[in-house]
């Protein structure tokens, strides 16, 4: 009888478990489903994408010729972002960062502290995906020398969860340029290092004494890398990096951590 009891209560207990688990990832897929409803609504109310177009020089038939499509090359058209609807929705709202053919489109977000955007989305609304933010201690904000974003590593491939794929050469050669929209300028920045390391890490060095010292800095991402930078490349204390972080989900203390430097600073119209 005993043992009938407890095969019984067994049943009952991991059903119950089963029941938990269940409508717990029910709750996490609609939350993720929620969220990127909320971005998909954004970006097509403030993210405008123009088509590509051939280039000027090439892709175009002169008189009397025809250009095969094969050799045909595309311009990178940028895209445009409505700041005055995104200040409207939140004002602590201070830029827009997109990778070029990826999932990273999404408003960059500042709060009073680390924590207030974290499991909060752009328009207040509580979410796990949270926002892209910037770390609140930096003066300076987005023109900073190092500008420190932070996003979570979603499951379902949301926010920053690709910056893992940058350990990939292939990835790195294929996706070199991030781009950082704010209402003045758009700023263009190029990978040049890519690691794992520990969440106090000096990778997140925000304050630098004088251009030796960021120099130094420079240096070390350079060290610890574990792509090859782009041809050319030389750590140059000349121009601020963007550094791009989210968890890799193997500790809870580790972190994956992008480093892309300034090569590009294009005004807008009105901006200065």
């Known amino acids: 009888m005993k043992k009938k009891w407890l095969r019984r209560g067994l049943i009952i207990f991991f059903s119950l478990v089963f029941v938990v688990c269940a409508v717990w990832m029910a709750v996490i897929l609609v939350d993720y489903a929620r969220a990127e409803a909320m971005y998909d609504e954004v970006r097509q109310q403030v993210f405008t994408m123009p088509e590509s177009r051939p280039t000027e020089d090439e892709g175009e038939a002169q008189p009397g010729q025809s250009v095969p499509p094969e050799e045909e ?25 997109w ?13 009073e502290t680390n924590q207030t955007y974290l499991y909060t989305t752009y328009d207040g609304s509580h979410s796990s995906s949270g926002s892209i933010f910037l770390d609140y201690r930096i003066q300076g904000q987005l023109s900073a020398p190092n500008a420190i974003l932070y996003g979570h590593h979603m499951k379902n491939g949301s ?4 910056l893992m794929k940058y350990r990939q050469q292939d990835y790195a050669d294929t996706h070199p340029d991030v781009y950082l929209f704010t209402p003045e ?25 004088d251009s030796a010292a960021f120099q130094d800095y420079l240096e070390k991402l350079c060290s610890r890398t574990v792509i090859t930078a782009p041809d050319g490349y030389q750590a140059n204390s000349s121009d601020p990096i963007l550094t791009l972080s989210t968890c890799t989900t193997v500790t809870t203390l580790q972190r994956m951590v992008v480093h892309a430097q300034l090569v590009e600073r294009i005004p807008l119209e009105g901006g200065e």
């Open 73 to 97: 090359e595309e311009e990178l058209v940028l895209p445009t972002v409505d700041f005055a609807t995104l200040q409207s929705i939140n004002s602590d709202i201070i830029g827009w960062i």
């Open 99 to 111: 990778i070029p053919d990826t999932v990273v489109s999404y408003p960059v977000l500042v709060g």
């Open 159 to 162: 926010m920053f969860s690709l």
């Open 185 to 209: 300028a758009t700023l263009v920045y190029r990978v040049f290092s890519a690691y794992t390391t520990q969440a106090d890490s000096d990778a997140y060095t925000y304050d630098f004494a």
